[in-house]
């Protein structure tokens, strides 16, 4: 799924410039982070991206779909293409780990044996089979955005929108989501993360856009998370 | 079908998970229900009694003597307010003033010849039309003279008035706290929830997904607390209409069992109506403002 910005800006009330005139394209399949220092303008991008945001000028365009023009009945629709996971993860926390992941499929009516199949495999696939039953609460950080990765899959997206998934983990488990998220990739998900990670970056190379003050300050593939 | 099973089992989860306040939610349905409901019984029962009474008035016209009475009461029975119209010939008036008049009925031997002429006992719908129809008798060239009891008629129709205001204020005032505490419930139901209602709506949920377990929640309460009314009904109407009758006998109550039946299904399905509109409104204003983008 392509990804197109074009002269975005976004100002929030009363005048506070999250992003300014941001033309990009993300090809389908690609890998990219989105980095640059708080209050640079990344989450404001990623949620234009999930629709959360719209764009104050410009527009934003992903697959055939501009996000701007796009009706309230439509975008549950377009979300369900798009795999989200957050910084705070975003779980129920009264459900456990299966639910949380089945209740994305339950919410498009997909039969309740088949929801069990593909929970159980997408729990498999990022290494929670054991904790399949345990609620959020019981789960260490790690676990949790596991959770959230793997209820993100459970629709077999097309997009994966990563808004600092390793922001509050340690090296060890942020390397772990990494891996996740390459995977992914490989499969041939485009996948969009932001991040502060240094290491990360460094570690896994990929197309790097580097956000200051809103403006779209570098774009590098393969880059570090400093410009060379 | 599949979907009605997962939104039927969110219901039921979201009801489990917010016991205490649907419980007390319920309660104040059902008080209020039942207030309404006996405040309407009440009401028909005035109605009733006003109806009764406002049949018994009795209007009557003096016909000319060229005029024929025939004639004039076909014309009169046309008017919307009538209800019948009954011609009195001048004999059947003389036997009646005879009766009234009881042992001193002799005097009226020493008048000799008949001097009572036709007249009309017109019987009305309603009290409040009277005046009028006093009105256009006085105009009809065959009617010489009109009497009535006009203070009667003008106090039935003003209790009559007072006791329409009366259950109308009634019925408002109870519709609208249970609507508030229907809406309210839900509310904090649904505030208390913000946060799963986003993530519900990020992950591609429809808002018409999310906010049915709510309305569900909401008209399930109004439904049974309706229910608990209408059982409340029954067991309070009943013995109090049986200790007004025999304290009143002349006192004609409405005490139809199928009558009252009637009425309660009523007022279980008015119930659910109002909590299914309340919590409509409320979960989509709700679905709206939250789900708005930025």
Same mark, same amino acid.
């Given at each position: ?39 640079? *303008?990344?989450?404001? +991008?990623?949620? %234009?991206?999930?629709? /959360? ?6 527009? =934003?365009? @992903? *697959?055939?779909?501009? +996000?701007?023009? %796009?009706?309230?009945? /439509? ?6 293409? =798009?795999? @989200? ?18 209740? =994305? ?20 696939? =990022? ?102 | ?294």
């Amino acid at each position: 799924m392509n990804i197109k910005f074009s002269g975005v800006t976004k100002i929030f009330k009363p005048d506070i410039i999250a992003v300014r005139d941001v033309d990009l394209e993300i090809k389908r399949g690609e890998f990219v982070y989105i980095i640059g220092a708080t209050g640079s *303008g990344k989450s404001t +991008l990623i949620h %234009m991206i999930t629709r /959360e945001t719209l764009p104050t000028k410009g527009s =934003v365009s @992903v *697959g055939n779909l501009n +996000l701007k023009n %796009m009706k309230s009945s /439509e975008i549950p629709y377009y979300r369900r293409d =798009v795999g @989200v996971v957050a910084q705070d993860f975003k779980l129920i926390s009264h459900l456990t780990v299966f639910e949380n992941v089945a209740f =994305v499929m339950e919410t498009m009516s997909v039969p309740p044996n088949l929801v069990k199949y593909r929970a159980d495999k997408v729990i498999d696939q =990022v290494g929670l089979r054991r904790r399949r039953n345990m609620t959020p609460l019981q789960l260490s950080g790690g676990e949790q955005q596991r959770v959230a990765i793997a209820r993100a899959l459970a629709n077999t997206p097309s997009l994966f929108i990563a808004d600092e998934p390793t922001g509050n983990l340690d090296y060890h488990t942020s390397d772990d989501i990494m891996k996740i998220l390459l995977s992914i990739n490989a499969s041939g998900v485009t996948v969009v993360m932001s991040t502060h990670n240094q290491s990360i970056v460094d570690t896994y190379p990929q197309r790097v856009l580097e956000l200051s003050q809103g403006r779209l300050v570098r774009d590098e593939q393969g880059g570090g998370y400093f410009p060379l | 079908m599949i979907t009605l099973r997962y939104i039927l089992r969110d219901t039921l989860r979201i009801v489990v998970r917010n016991w205490v306040l649907g419980f007390l939610t319920l309660l104040t349905a059902a008080a209020m229900m039942w207030i309404l409901g006996l405040a309407t019984l009440c009401s028909m029962n005035i109605q009733s009694l006003l109806l009764r009474l406002e049949s018994d008035l009795i209007v009557q016209a003096y016909v000319h003597k060229d005029s024929n009475p025939e004639n004039v009461a076909i014309a009169i029975r046309k008017l919307p307010i009538v209800a019948d119209v009954r011609a009195i010939s001048p004999d059947d008036a003389l036997a009646r003033l005879q009766a009234r008049m009881g042992s001193q009925a002799g005097v009226l031997n020493l008048i000799g010849e008949n001097p009572l002429g036709w007249s009309l006992e017109i019987h009305v719908k309603t009290a409040s039309g009277v005046q009028g129809l006093v009105r256009n008798l006085m105009s009809m060239s065959e009617i010489e003279d009109v009497v009535y009891s006009g203070m009667v008629v003008e106090r039935l129709a003003s209790m009559s008035k007072i006791a329409d205001s009366a259950t109308a204020t009634m019925f408002l005032l109870s519709i609208m706290i249970t609507s508030l505490v229907v809406y309210n419930t839900i509310h904090i139901s649904l505030y208390s929830r913000r946060e799963e209602i986003n993530i519900m709506f990020l992950i591609g949920a429809t808002r018409a997904y999310i906010a049915t377990p709510f309305v569900l929640e909401g008209t399930l309460l109004s439904l049974l607390g309706a229910l608990i009314a209408a059982l409340g009904i029954i067991f309070t109407y009943f013995p109090g209409v049986r200790a007004l009758q025999s304290a009143l006998p002349f006192l004609e109550i409405v005490a139809d069992t199928r009558v009252i039946t009637q009425f309660c299904m009523l007022l279980v399905a008015f119930g659910a109506t109002l909590g299914w509109i309340c919590s409509c409104i409320v979960a989509m204003r709700f679905m709206i403002s939250t789900t708005k983008p930025l």
